[in-house]
């Protein structure tokens, strides 16, 4: 799919001069200019609702006004730009704000490293950190899991296709079952820990595990509380560490700031990335216990790690975590997007996965391609989730209205309704 | 942790809050606020000339005017901050320009991959996809090599104790001796082409061999033409793909826009980044030749591809390469500096390495850092280079002006007095 | 090392001069001089009944009179003893009475390789041709798996304490769970297909899978014959190829002449050593489909693959597959022992475990040793399994009479009894 | 070439059953019967003088009388034949005389270690060790080096045809030029030690290095006596262990029992196999010291290391080296050999190599193996050497008399003088 029947030349320029590794050009084929809040408008003037939030880098919405004015501000006062690990007002404004209203509030003891701007750089961080902690090399990851496209991040993503590209063998991880997995009638922590126990598993003791709570590109399974408890007891009893990819799910995307926090969960090491920086801007952390902060200086660096903008918006950005309000109103409107995905399933089949503002609808392969392709020319932007696509996933800035929310789901359905009779009702499961 | 005693707890928050792993913060201890140009200022106002140049992020200064209006004008347009791989118009006015600029005047034919903001990250890209052009898997790399710390990239780095830092063995590479390594007599050439040609080495065919052009962290030691002219037949003679990492070397540093221009060479692959995003904004680019564009659409993505700032930003940049003028006052510079730094040399003896913006004086083990430290608190921001941190690394903007580069040179000069004095004469190489 | 008590002096040389490596003589303390059928002497003249069979090489019985003549007349007549792969008239005679007794009755389309004569070599050989042949790395094994100590067999098997001794990391294989690995209610079977469908799973299609039917080291567990077809036919449908580990379960240890004979099945390639050499004598065979036959002249070769004595006993303990006489009177055998462990099982507790001739009786771990070592001293040669020592493993040569078996059952009876009464009923589960 | 032409069906048997894998049968066409000393005979009553000894493992000629005495006797008294690591007399024996014989008057303090019965067993549980004892995972290894055909074993063998045949990448290994490889004027060792030194080099610091003293597999290259004891020093320096391979040059090839023995060396590990075993039969060492004795029992086993038989003849082999005789006796039919070769070379062209009764003559590429052709059509069982088959290797059993020498060498010559009369003088170098 090039999208060029649609395209009529406007995207000219990118098919001819951009490599064919490029993907959401193609399942969005339009060109953008302008966006604010949950809104997005092409080069011709069309809007469009936005339920993809940049793959979940603008939970705070498209160039929120108090980040842009301070944003704007900074540039007219020369205010340092890039500034790699040295000591600027900008970071040291983040790091106070993100002691004072994420960690201290939450009770949290962390020590933060700022890794090259991206969630994978942090993942190599974070592994590169279990393994020296422990002196172990082995890492376990979960069917479906991502955590990024650079080698060390690869070798624990479940993904074939992603995997295949890495053209060497992936090693030194091991995948097992994610919750679920293997029916509702089994708990894969039991078949893991009978592995891990076993002396003639083959498997030696991992270094560390590292997971997402909701698997955000694997097909939104969410693990459940009492499986991840049971997780971070069996990690307890074998010093295994707790790696939470929270590049994704973190910063208010199910509700919470960390996606971990209904489930007194306390990871040894944080990922996180995309909506840290608040404005859509790269910048990545990774959080880990003092007592790993083993780290020589320089150990792991990278030039990007000072990209004072992203500081100016993600302090802000922190604003909205001063109370509980902001989630609250995640919640809510979590209930109202279930509410209206039930309802979905209820007429077209298909079932219901994902929590907050992270849901989706999973189809007969094939389908969900189909409908957010659908949902595109009616003006929303929407994506899939799945190793095989089958999932549409609305994941739209948390800041939406419920006015928006619905304006958005209703294009949603009716996209469903025109792909469902375009099929016949026998495709849906 | 040293410099503390000149900090007197106005980095309290990073020591308290940051982890181990920081690094510039410690040799240059201060609070930075603002930079223009060739200039930094930390919150007490004190001014810095800048040879550092966030090591190699910030080639056309720090906040360069022209770019900063545009940057606003684009932040009060709620122009799209983020944008994936999706078309907007600030992307595709940088490829516009990138091709206009700089592909066509040196004919080349290049197809353009966004790979994850960082040098990293393309190396990564460059890495993937010259095995999946050849399905072979080992990779070439040299002696003091920096390509990068995620593990793709680390595994063709020489340094070992950021390899190290891996935790796990580092495979599917095969580490040559770099240009000069065996001494002035032996062409290392020889030695490469006997290992790949003998039947009973032990080394298969490698997929590429991935270089600098000039050593940037790795003490800059400098290839000949010859040599890299040779690299190339070689490779061409094997299929073996080269991949020249131009992430520090290029954007002008060696006095060209491409670092290998000179040598009449036309790499397979290339990577570029810091300097690309022309105010120090994270962006990355991996160039490669048409016939290699063998990727399916996402085998390599990544969220902060979409920097829409740096897109602003970088093309703006070019047109510092409209005309030949910036590249001649690159050179004039180079000879000045190179002018100055054997004089140096002459005075306390040393070995002057480098070409272009990129150049430094090796000293004894031990002495660089010092005269680095002593230049800081002198007003001077310069790093060393080299494993074992040997080279004084001299790397202004490249618009900086002959009076600031005297200036720079002049600071150079009594740090490096008063080291030498401090230590006696004999220390000296 | 223990039973030094026992040895006052006699083993001392040995102690001495091996390297603490050696095992079995900590469990066998004792000097051997001369053994005939199923009978030991050691160098005092006490008697033993052997239930070890040189850990499975010597399923006819100790020094067999008719091979041993064939032995004596071919050393006379100056035969070539070593030949590497040349032809010799002793090999030919041994590849045409395998062709005739064991090959084509059993309709088997088998091509025979010779690697060096141990099951580690065929096992290295079965891995890589199956690798070469598909053109795939990763190679599937099952835990509590066993296949040998050199670094390709010891990547797919499963004991950690072994695997550690690698000294580097194990790759490009990925443990299953053996049938009844979950509990009895979960077939593994369904598992592992998950696992190789689900593209986000982290697992290639692998090249081959293999295993023992029944698992000699692993604690006496056999896999089922619909679990056994299932992954036979999982297989096919994948196109992965299967490889019988058939070293100590071939040979007729189970009542066939290879194990997998009641199932139906017909790998792609098995291997075969310990008791195909007749008399003891070092000997292994890998056996391929014609189909595979993809080597090129020496891409697998070893100096001690002629071993002529060996082949000359090879040849004529062919004999007894002859007719069904030999397999008839194991599986009376067998029977024989089942009904007798079971009885142990009822007395003393225990699970009974194995079929044919290779038959145990798991016990409460730490017990199995005692019971055997209580054995030795009253003359039954016999040793344990499982990676925990767990399993007391009965493994008489195949030529055993009845009278035989029941003497050594009731050393093993009264040993057991010494045992428990020491302990208490209390420990037996 | 499959010999089928003068085969004329009697190797029948083994092309239609045997796997391609099958190659000196390729090189030597015809069906052996018997041997005694230096001459074989085929079934058609053919003699042939033996100028090959089975690849090294019948250096004290085929059925020598003394050992086939003992072996007759210890078979007609039911000598136990297969002892795994058990005690048996025969082993005793063995292990006392080789204390005796060999380690003693050399002043050698080793553990011996029985590993499985190859030389790739011994090398594989010699890397194992190694690793253990550093705790590191990198093996060096050389240009040309051929150490068996097992993982561990090929990932230490330079050979890219037979890597290439273990289907996986080879790791934790570093090949590194062995002496002559960079022409006579560089001496490798300077090389090696700036790698390991260079903290950019990429290298860690590796567990040991394997070698042979003179490249039986890769050519016939000998290492000098300085660059040997150099390769010692640094070992020593660094804390490498160095491990000599002694399977091929070892049991008097070169004219020492140990082929280290003429250049004052010691090393940490010795790997013995081929000759150790006195008339063929498979048995191997491996040789440690014993501060490196850290094994766990049965941390490295396999089932036939307890080959009696081999013990018998290996026990009484070692009479040969109760005095000087037999080593001056290699002497002066080295010095014999020598001189016939430099006149060959003198004649035909070709390089001399080797030393002892390893030597041989390397020639353009395609001619040596039309010589050995030519020559076993005239009755003389020779093979090539080098992984482009280029020398011919004159490896007669140590104890030919210097007729059967002249005898050989005469045949050798009017072969050469056959394939350069065919070919014309321009083709010899």
Known sequence: MNGSQWASGKLQVFETMESEVRSYIRSFPTKFRRASGYRMWDTEGKEYVDFFSGAGALNYGHNPPEMKRLLIQYLQEDGI???????????????????????????????????????????????????KATGRQTVMSFTNAFHGMTLGALAVTGNKFKRKGAGVPLHHTVTFPYDGYMGPSVNTLTYIENFLEDSGSGISLPAAVILETLQGEGGLQAA????????????KRHGILMIVDDVQMGCGRTGTFFSFEPFGMEPDIVCLSKSIGGYGLPMALTLLKPELDLWEPGEHNGTFRGNNLAFVAAAEALSYWENDRFAKAIARKGEQLRSALLSLADRFGGEVRGRGLMQGIALEPGLAEKVCAAAFERGLVIETSGTDSEVVKVMPPLVIDPEGLDEGLAILRSSMQQVVEAMGAAAIR
Chains 1, 2, 3, 4 share one sequence.
């Open 224 to 235: 459940s509380g009492p499986w991840l408890r049971g997780l971070a007891n069996l990690c």
């Open 81 to 131: 730009s890039h500034s790699l690990d040295m000591a600027t007002e900008a970071k040291e404004r983040f790091l106070l704000r993100f002691g004072e209203t994420i960690l201290r509030p939450r009770g949290l003891d962390y020590k933060v490293m700022f890794p090259g701007p991206t969630g994978a750089n942090s993942v190599e961080s974070a592994l590169k950190l279990a393994r």
